[in-house]
């Protein structure tokens, strides 16, 4: 059963097509990922999917109900989480989670089964105001505002940027147990190692989904040989002259090294000679999530 399905939805901003004819469906009771940089169209789709913003063409359902005729429903049993930190900043913790209990008639006591795990890292706080709250506790309130009313669907728009590590993971951690409680979820993030926490992931890129598929099938779409090279004359030096041959499809830096795709068996045999000749380090590697999406990109 469809928690969330789209048909050929397209939305402009003037010159700049957020979304381009894109189709889609998240089933009830996953975690539904986004991976994109900036700008791929991300914050669009969510704002659509929330009745933010009308389509230009195509529709949508959340829950079995159209998101421009039904958006009345829609935000009843749909907690959503902004990018930005949008919560009042001069109201305390504990203010914050009332009045959202509140604007959706229920009270705090009445779902802290579901909020209790994110709301025992916050209660020595709840006196503080908001906006004196670390980057991860902001989130974690944010979080706990957007489940107050046991939403059947949670989306959340880039929830963990700005967050330190630690407090990204016990994000994933909070998430995961939302899911055993029945809650549908569906999240965006420029961190493609967040993309193996999800059950399915959607690649998107100015506007297209490029691959909707299961974490572990990502990487068949990437069928090209790839190597790890490295020298002392640094990766983006070593980039610039690997991307002159045409054995090279694709080179592309990967912190200090520099990730290199070739088509061919005659490719490889040629890189390799140009590699042993100018004392490059290299080994053939597995390609990753990064790999397969600048891999689709091309």
């Given at each position: 059963m469809l928690a969330v399905e789209g048909l050929n939805i397209s939305k402009s901003f003037k010159e700049i097509k957020a979304l381009d004819n894109?189709?889609?469906?998240?089933?009830?009771?996953?975690?539904?990922?986004?991976?994109?940089?900036?700008?791929?169209?991300?914050?669009?789709?969510f704002r659509i999917l929330v009745s933010l913003l009308v389509p230009d063409q195509g529709s949508a359902t959340v829950l079995g109900y159209d998101v421009v005729k039904d958006f009345r429903e829609i935000r009843k049993k749909v907690g959503y989480m902004a990018g930005r930190f949008s919560l009042y900043k001069d109201l305390s913790v504990e203010e914050n989670l009332n009045f959202y209990a509140t604007v959706f008639g229920t009270r705090l006591d009445k779902n802290y089964d579901l909020i209790k795990d994110i709301y025992f890292q916050l209660e020595p706080f709840k006196k503080r105001l908001a906006g004196k709250l670390s980057g991860g506790m902001k989130?974690?309130?944010?979080?706990?505002?957007?489940?107050?009313?046991?939403?059947?669907?949670?989306i959340l728009d880039e929830p963990t940027t700005g967050v330190d590590a630690v407090s990204r993971k016990e994000f994933w951690d909070l998430l995961k147990h939302i899911r055993e409680e029945g809650i549908t979820v569906m999240v965006s993030t420029p961190y493609?190692?967040?993309?193996?926490?999800?059950?399915?992931?959607?690649?998107?890129?100015?506007?297209?989904?490029?691959?909707?598929?299961?974490?572990?099938?990502?990487?068949?779409?990437?069928?090209?040989?790839?190597?790890?090279?490295s020298h002392s004359m640094g990766s983006y030096q070593l980039a610039?002259?690997?991307?002159?041959?045409?054995?090279?499809?694709?080179?592309?830096?990967?912190g200090q090294k520099v990730h290199l795709?070739?088509?061919?068996?005659?490719?490889?045999?040629?890189?390799?000679?140009?590699?042993?000749?100018?004392?490059?380090?290299?080994?053939r590697i597995r390609a990753g999530i990064e790999d397969t999406f600048i891999e689709l990109m091309k």
């Open positions: 894109i189709s889609f469906s998240v089933s009830r009771g996953e975690i539904f990922g986004i991976i994109g940089p900036d700008g791929a169209g991300k914050t669009s789709l989130q974690k309130l944010a979080l706990s505002c957007a489940l107050i009313h046991r939403p059947d669907l949670l493609m190692d967040e993309a193996r926490l999800c059950d399915r992931v959607g690649l998107m890129q100015k506007g297209l989904f490029m691959s909707i598929s299961k974490p572990s099938e990502i990487y068949k779409a990437f069928n090209k040989t790839l190597y790890e090279v610039l002259n690997l991307r002159r041959f045409p054995w090279c499809r694709n080179a592309w830096m990967f795709s070739v088509d061919s068996e005659e490719g490889e045999s040629l890189f390799q000679s140009y590699a042993d000749e100018n004392n490059l380090s290299y080994a």
